[in-house]
């Protein structure tokens, strides 16, 4: 079977840090661009970060500019997403996906495979 499956998610304090991992299994996640959504009560979905395989451009939000990074290792068919600085509003259920594609989508609805999602809760 094909699946995603993100992991590393918690409770942390304003300021402090989180790796999330985004593990792949039926494909080999190396030929495909991985993005980062996350989803908080009430709001919408919204794009965090997106990492192509064609060559290796990174996307972030403004929002997360300068404290997220995106990464993979296609030898452990694993993308992760390194959080710090962390800020009460980045509380969100986060996802990974993955589009039939090399390139990094402008849209969501481009995104074919998608996770069960993790949790993670900044607060004090």
């Known amino acids: 079977q094909l699946q995603l499956v993100e992991s590393g998610g918690g409770l942390v304090q304003p300021g402090g840090s989180l790796r999330l991992s985004c593990a792949a299994s039926g494909f080999t996640l190396g030929y495909y661009a991985i993005g980062w959504f996350r989803q908080a009560p009430g709001k919408e979905r919204e794009g965090v970060s997106c990492?192509?395989?064609?060559?290796?451009?990174?996307y972030y939000a403004d929002s997360v500019k300068g404290r997220f990074t995106i990464s993979r290792d296609n030898a452990k068919n694993t993308v992760y997403l390194q959080m710090n600085s962390l800020k009460p509003e980045d509380t969100a259920v986060y996802y990974c996906a993955a589009p039939y594609s090399s390139t990094c989508p402008g849209s969501p609805s481009f995104y074919d495979y998608w996770g069960q999602g993790t949790q993670v809760t900044v607060s004090s």
């Open positions: 990492i192509s395989s064609s060559d290796g451009s990174t």
